[in-house]
């Protein structure tokens, strides 16, 4: 079946350090791919989306670029801040109305 | 425009007691879906309902579980007779009416409500 897998955390960096969250995915279909994000005690937030291949999300300074020849997802962002601690789920959805979310990536960035 | 509600946020259930978890949806949303999140997990699809519908309900667990979404006030999400395994965070999202291409129709999740089975 379809599946997201992403790099486990937590991630740990400094302010205005370089991130990257590897995303993979498994599809029989051809997916739209999400990146989430959850703050603290809040619930799910989408942050971008891509819906074919070679597409890049982007919101908040993050990308993500649909890659379909490896099926990755990853997300970057060039310069974190503290506010951007949060956990971060990759997710896919092959045309129906559910969601495949992978299991979440905790980010914790030091001032 | 408020979004997504759920309440309670916390809801503590000794084993064997009933859990209702509830869910207003966006105004103008016709759709709601329920996922679980486990400790360290990801989300899970529970269920896919419509008013006064159930459109899909293959991540339901086949016993104690049930999902309703009457035509007048919220979704209820319930629980019966509750063993510890059922604590998690559970999701509330909802849509507006799926357009034809459902790729392009965002869902709006809510803040979950974080049950403990004590």
């Known amino acids: 079946g379809d599946s997201v897998t992403q790099m486990e955390g937590p991630v740990t960096l400094s302010e205005e350090a370089f991130l990257t969250i590897n995303c993979t995915y498994t599809?029989?279909?051809?997916?739209?791919l999400f990146w989430y994000v959850q703050y603290p005690g809040e619930g799910l937030q989408l942050l971008l989306k891509?819906?074919?291949?070679?597409d890049k999300g982007s919101n908040k300074g993050f990308e993500a670029t649909y890659r379909k020849e490896t099926t990755s997802f990853h997300l970057e962002k060039g310069s974190v801040q503290v506010s951007d601690s949060a956990v971060y789920f990759c997710?896919?959805?092959?045309?129906?109305?559910?969601?495949?979310f992978g299991a979440g990536t905790r980010l914790f960035v030091k001032a | 425009n408020a979004g997504v509600m759920q309440n309670p946020r916390h809801l503590v259930r000794r084993r064997g007691q009933e859990a209702r978890l509830r869910c207003s949806p966006m105004?103008?949303?016709?759709?709601v879906y329920w996922y679980r999140q486990l400790p360290e997990e990801g989300l899970k699809f529970m269920v896919y309902?419509?008013?006064?519908?159930?459109?899909?309900e293959s991540g339901m667990p086949k016993e104690r579980f049930s999902a309703e979404f009457p035509k007048e006030g919220p979704s209820i999400l319930r629980i019966q007779q509750v063993v510890r395994g059922d604590s998690a965070a559970y999701f509330c999202?909802?849509?507006?009416?799926?357009?034809?291409?459902?790729?392009?129709?965002?869902?709006?999740f809510g803040q979950g409500t974080r049950l403990t089975v004590v």
């Open positions: 999202a909802s849509s507006p009416l799926p357009k034809v291409d459902m790729l392009n129709t965002e869902a709006f």
């Open positions: 599809a029989t279909g051809y997916p739209s």
């Open positions: 891509a819906t074919k291949a070679d």
């Open positions: 997710a896919l959805r092959t045309g129906g109305f559910k969601t495949i």
């Open positions: 105004k103008g949303h016709s759709h």
């Open positions: 309902l419509q008013k006064e519908n159930i459109i899909d």
